[in-house]
């Protein structure tokens, strides 16, 4: 999953991308409402997580643009602005959800997993099932055919992305867009690499495989067939 997070302070800001990083998302950031925009222009998130106080602008008219530009996915806006109004500013502006300043990391982390489930394939749920594997979003585990399984962060997000997408390809260029950040050099085999890396736990034991290469293209998540 690929976050934009907006804020301009820099010690949050380092905070709260350090910690999304760590539970496996890919994160750019602006520090600004010019920024934002250019990044909004050129890629597609999963999330924005946007301050409202922004040194050149304001984070609702942002909420507007990004609503005006059709941006279907989830807004949490961050703000130490916690009256009534403001908030409804902000949720009349196309936010889905507000957290006020100073916030504990978890509760952050909290909403961003409800919004990304609420706005998901499955809304109701914290599972993503295909076939015989299982991945609980909440606990952070994986298991196929009942045999638990123990995957790094980064194989977590990337079979994650792999999951929501089943039964369509995904090219290689996708899954950096959606697994990586922007820093990430593009030219590299990274993907292939961590695709063998989670093929050798998902597939290698089993009989079927389920993570396909979709030659010239990238890869998608199918049953073998028969």
Same mark, same amino acid.
């Given at each position: 999953m690929r976050i934009l997070l907006v804020e301009d302070e820099k010690k $949050? /800001?380092?905070f709260v991308l350090k910690g999304l990083a760590e539970h496996g998302y890919a994160v750019d950031m602006a520090e600004t409402y010019k920024e934002a925009i250019e990044l909004a222009s050129d890629n597609d998130y999963d999330l924005v997580v946007l301050d409202v106080m922004l040194p050149d602008g304001n984070g609702v008219d942002f909420a507007n643009w990004l609503r005006g530009n059709?941006?279907?996915g989830p807004i949490l806006m961050l703000t130490a602005l916690t009256s009534t109004t403001d908030k409804v500013k902000g949720l009349d502006a196309g936010a889905d959800d507000y957290l006020a300043k100073p916030f504990a990391f978890e509760e952050l982390m909290a909403r961003v997993r409800a919004l990304l489930r609420r706005y998901g394939d499955s809304? +109701?749920?914290?599972v993503l099932k295909f076939g015989d594997v299982e991945m609980n979003l909440i606990s952070r585990k994986v298991s196929r055919s009942g045999q638990d399984i123990s995957l790094t962060t980064r +194989?977590? /997000?990337l079979l994650e992305? $792999?999951?929501r997408n089943a039964g369509r390809p995904v090219s290689r260029t996708q899954i950096i867009e959606h697994v990586w950040d922007m820093s990430f050099d593009s030219g590299s085999n990274v993907?292939?690499?961590y695709v063998n890396m989670l093929r050798k736990k998902i597939d290698k034991p089993f009989d079927s495989k389920i993570i396909q290469t979709v030659v010239g293209f990238g890869y998608e998540m199918r049953a073998e067939a028969s």
């Amino acid at each position: 999953m690929r976050i934009l997070l907006v804020e301009d302070e820099k010690k $949050l /800001a380092s905070f709260v991308l350090k910690g999304l990083a760590e539970h496996g998302y890919a994160v750019d950031m602006a520090e600004t409402y010019k920024e934002a925009i250019e990044l909004a222009s050129d890629n597609d998130y999963d999330l924005v997580v946007l301050d409202v106080m922004l040194p050149d602008g304001n984070g609702v008219d942002f909420a507007n643009w990004l609503r005006g530009n059709d941006y279907k996915g989830p807004i949490l806006m961050l703000t130490a602005l916690t009256s009534t109004t403001d908030k409804v500013k902000g949720l009349d502006a196309g936010a889905d959800d507000y957290l006020a300043k100073p916030f504990a990391f978890e509760e952050l982390m909290a909403r961003v997993r409800a919004l990304l489930r609420r706005y998901g394939d499955s809304p +109701e749920s914290s599972v993503l099932k295909f076939g015989d594997v299982e991945m609980n979003l909440i606990s952070r585990k994986v298991s196929r055919s009942g045999q638990d399984i123990s995957l790094t962060t980064r +194989e977590f /997000a990337l079979l994650e992305y $792999l999951m929501r997408n089943a039964g369509r390809p995904v090219s290689r260029t996708q899954i950096i867009e959606h697994v990586w950040d922007m820093s990430f050099d593009s030219g590299s085999n990274v993907v292939d690499v961590y695709v063998n890396m989670l093929r050798k736990k998902i597939d290698k034991p089993f009989d079927s495989k389920i993570i396909q290469t979709v030659v010239g293209f990238g890869y998608e998540m199918r049953a073998e067939a028969s």
